[in-house]
């Protein structure tokens, strides 16, 4: 399995501009992760997805992002409009629902709001 | 609530040390605990995992000792490489009554460095 795969990898943009990052969960996981990793705030859960349904999104900051999984195989995080202080790194980690199991993560897509 | 915390970095260690990170978690009943680490520009990788009580994780030369007493899941390896430079984050997994959960909270990381 080639692993959990996000793109783009790097995506510059512009304050105000919409921002669309995408995952790919390893085939037959059935939980999915969405993470932001800041220097201030180390590394926060945005959301996860448990048979591709919203369990907890209490970690999203605010309305401007929005996550969505239409199917077990894709996921993707939006950010409409984009802020510069978005600026972050973004994980999608995948897992098997079950206790005491580990995620896999993908690795990261670098946003940069300028 | 359930937290982890780790101690600040940056760890800077000569090849061939001892070393040890402290993690230290709030949670309630029996969480599961995980070491991640991340080399530059990559994702996360689990390290090592305990699922309960007294357990031991280990891998790579690396292990933790999953303590309810301290509530605690210290990172420790006999003899650092410099390979073994990247950020180790301190995980938990909370329980939960109500049905099956793998959610991951996670320390703010610890950067280790070590030297030739």
């Known amino acids: 399995d080639a692993g959990v795969i996000q793109s783009p990898r790097h995506e510059v943009t512009e304050m105000g501009q919409e921002v669309t990052l995408r995952c790919k969960p390893i085939s037959g996981h059935n939980s999915l992760f969405w993470y932001r990793q800041t220097m201030m705030r180390g590394l926060e859960l945005l959301i996860y997805f448990n048979n591709n349904v919203p369990i907890d999104d209490s970690g999203m900051p605010e309305d401007r992002f929005s996550a969505k999984m239409p199917n077990a195989s894709f996921s993707t995080l939006k950010i409409q409009p984009s802020e510069p202080r978005d600026s972050a790194v973004y994980f999608c980690?995948?897992?098997?629902?079950?206790?005491?199991?580990?995620?896999?993560f993908g690795q990261g897509t670098r946003l940069t709001v300028v | 609530g359930n937290s982890v915390t780790q101690m600040e970095g940056p760890v800077t260690l000569s090849e061939e040390a001892f070393l040890t990170i402290n993690c230290t978690y709030t949670?309630?009943?029996?969480?599961?605990l995980f070491w991640y680490v991340q080399y530059p520009g990559e994702g996360l990788q689990l390290l090592l995992k305990a699922t309960k009580a007294d357990d031991k994780g280990s891998n790579k030369g690396f292990e933790a000792t999953y303590r309810k007493e301290t509530t605690s899941f210290h990172l420790e390896k006999g003899s650092v490489q410099v390979s073994d430079s990247a950020v180790y984050f301190c995980a938990l997994s909370p329980m939960n009554y109500g049905g099956a959960t793998n959610k991951l909270i996670f320390g703010t990381g610890t950067l280790l460095a070590v030297q030739p």
């Open positions: 980690a995948s897992s098997f629902l079950q206790l005491n199991t580990e995620a896999f």
């Open positions: 949670a309630t009943g029996y969480p599961s």
